[in-house]
């Protein structure tokens, strides 16, 4: 479902973060590349859910 929002996921978030330059330009690469960088915030709780 993520990589639907490309623009948001792939490019505004990692500019944001200060990790732009770690985002794969290869869409399947980009797709290997997304479990890895939302794994900790989604573990962590990020995103407004109730823990």
């Given at each position: 479902?993520?990589?639907?929002?490309?623009?948001?996921?792939?490019?505004?978030?990692?500019?944001?973060?200060?990790?732009?330059?770690?985002?794969?330009?290869d869409?399947?690469?980009?797709?290997?590349?997304?479990?890895?960088?939302v794994?900790?915030?989604?573990?962590?709780?990020?995103?407004?859910?109730?823990?």
């Amino acid at each position: 479902m993520l990589h639907c929002h490309e623009s948001q996921v792939y490019e505004w978030l990692p500019y944001n973060g200060g990790y732009l330059d770690e985002v794969p330009f290869d869409p399947q690469e980009r797709r290997e590349w997304l479990p890895q960088s939302v794994a900790w915030p989604l573990q962590c709780g990020a995103g407004g859910g109730s823990n």
